[in-house]
């Protein structure tokens, strides 16, 4: 009980005008609102857009503590025409094998719905 994944997503109902103002700039803002409350240092922000399924998609990566243990944190926000969805993900604790693996299997886990 030394490792926790801890994950949080929340899928909303969206709109293809809601999708037409998420653009780098409110995507960034709200990607730094998530990590500002999670102590995180030297975060890497990436925004991209996946013109094909008409998805915007911003994600960032860091570290830090939480109380006397190492994190990796990951945050995601994803905005379609329909829908927008948005993950936290942290790794709390020392080294896991299995821990390390669930957590990665999550994040790499999350794609575009058909």
């Excluded at 293809?16 to 730094?32: G, H, S």
């Excluded at 030297?42 to 399924?53: G, S």
């Amino acid at each position: 009980l030394s490792t926790t994944v801890d994950i949080t997503a929340t899928c909303i109902p969206s709109t293809p005008e809601k999708y037409e103002r998420y653009n780098e700039r409110v995507i960034k803002t709200a990607l730094r609102g998530m990590m500002n409350r999670t102590n995180i240092l030297d975060p890497t922000i990436n925004i991209r857009t996946l013109e094909e399924e008409k998805v915007r998609q911003g994600s960032v990566i860091g570290s830090g503590e939480q109380g006397r243990q190492n994190k990796i944190y990951n945050a995601q926000l994803w905005v379609g025409q329909n829908s927008i969805f948005t993950m936290e993900a942290q790794l709390i604790g020392p080294t896991h094998h299995e821990a390390d693996a669930v957590f990665g299997d999550i994040l790499g886990s999350i794609k575009v719905k058909e």
